[in-house]
């Protein structure tokens, strides 16, 4: 076979792949444009007009997306108190912005000391209904801010 033939299919080879991989992201982009709200809504947005700006938002959405920020609960009590506080605030917030706990995805769970975590699970299970969300749990070197045994947000379908 001559070189320049082996070039010459090389490069048939690759613009089809690249014409197919061009149709497939139209496809797909156009579906999801039309499928999607990209407006950006937030637990602040009904601020105070000429107050100053949050430090951040409590929930923000976008798409078909929830974001919560983190909770944690700085009262007296132990990890199943503040657990079951925590996940009561997430309940709350999902609740604001359109959710539900049972349309969460992903968790993320920061621990002030690492031997809370069987006392912690056992408060966590069965929050999110039978499927539960993924979830990431960490101890939080230094501890989590405040007095907060736990802190925990979440990301959830709207």
């Known amino acids: 076979m001559h070189p320049t033939d082996t070039a010459s299919r090389r490069s048939i080879v690759t613009s089809l792949f690249g014409a197919i991989a061009a149709a497939a992201a139209g496809?797909?982009?156009?579906?999801?444009a039309q499928t999607s709200d990209t407006a950006k809504k937030t637990s602040t947005d009904d601020a105070a007009p000429g107050s100053a700006p949050p430090l951040f938002s409590s929930w923000v959405?976008?798409?078909?997306?929830?974001?919560i920020a983190g909770k944690g609960e700085h009262g007296p009590g132990d990890i199943t108190v503040h657990t079951t506080s925590v996940l009561n605030q997430l309940e709350a917030e999902l609740k604001k912005a359109g959710s539900s706990m049972d349309k969460v995805l992903k968790?993320?769970?920061?621990?002030?000391?690492?031997?809370?975590?069987?006392?912690?699970?056992?408060?966590?299970?069965?929050?999110?209904?039978?499927?539960?969300?993924?979830?990431t749990t960490i101890a939080a070197y230094g501890g989590v801010p405040g007095a907060s045994l736990v802190e925990i947000d979440c990301i959830a379908a709207r």
């Open 27 to 32: 496809l797909f982009g156009t579906a999801h």
């Open 61 to 67: 959405t976008y798409g078909g997306l929830v974001f």
């Open 107 to 135: 968790v993320n769970v920061y621990l002030h000391d690492l031997r809370d975590y069987d006392a912690m699970n056992a408060v966590f299970r069965g929050r999110f209904g039978p499927n539960p969300p993924v979830r």
